[in-house]
């Protein structure tokens, strides 16, 4: 299984607090790998310092063995990086429309993902409720070609029956189109493909690496 993206002996500090402690963390192609922890425990950091919001105190980022630690998020993004953080996902002024039609590229395909925000379309999303949002943000990847797709907390705010679809879509951007796929959760979610990866993280540090069976 081939490595699509890395953090090698990454720390990330904020302030007088270190959040990663040299780090390494390989994220392979085509595969859906979960990264662990409760609050605290450096998951939400780790998808930050692979996208680029927040700098590397040291430490690298490699993409495919190209060190690309100085490259701005947005350059990420341009070279096929998407990724969905737990808050302030969508652009809350604008209209679930102009969300889509901004961020996905490709309207139809989101709302075939989430049919919900087809009558919410005229709505400025900082009007839905969370659940709506969260779908909102989703359908981001959902509709794009990434090569890396990083979700913070996919499900937050959803329904039972939504989580169990959009954990199905996100596997299948894994399975189908072959993106490297990194979760962050505090609990390990039902309805995972078989062989998903697991890395737990506890203070910044890893205390498992394996597959989810194994942690179960």
Not at 28 to 39: F, K, S
Not at 63 to 71: E, F, N, P, Q, S
């Amino acid at each position: 299984m081939s490595v699509e993206i890395a953090l090698s002996a990454a720390r990330v500090r904020y302030g007088p607090l270190e959040a990663l402690h040299g780090l390494d963390l390989p994220l392979p192609t085509g595969a859906v790998t979960v990264l662990l922890g409760r609050n605290g425990s450096g998951r939400t950091t780790a998808l930050r310092a692979l996208a680029g919001t927040v700098r590397l105190a040291s430490g690298r980022v490699l993409w495919r063995g190209a060190d690309v630690t100085r490259l701005h998020a947005h350059d990420r993004a341009r070279r096929g990086l998407c990724f969905v953080p737990d808050l302030r996902a969508v652009y809350a002024t604008l209209t679930v429309a102009e969300n889509l039609d901004l961020v996905t590229g490709d309207r139809a395909k989101a709302l075939d993902a989430y049919p919900e925000l087809a009558p919410l379309l005229a709505r400025p999303a900082g009007t839905l409720s969370g659940g709506e949002r969260r779908m909102l943000a989703l359908s981001r990847a959902v509709a794009s070609p990434a090569r890396v797709v990083l979700v913070d907390e996919p499900a937050l705010g959803m329904s039972p029956d939504v989580s169990s679809r959009t954990y199905r879509l996100l596997a299948a951007l894994a399975e189908e189109g072959g993106a490297a796929l990194v979760l962050a959760e505090q609990r390990l979610p039902p309805g995972l493909p078989p062989g998903t990866l697991v890395h737990e993280l506890r203070r910044g540090s890893l205390a498992f690496s394996g597959e989810a069976a194994e942690l179960r």
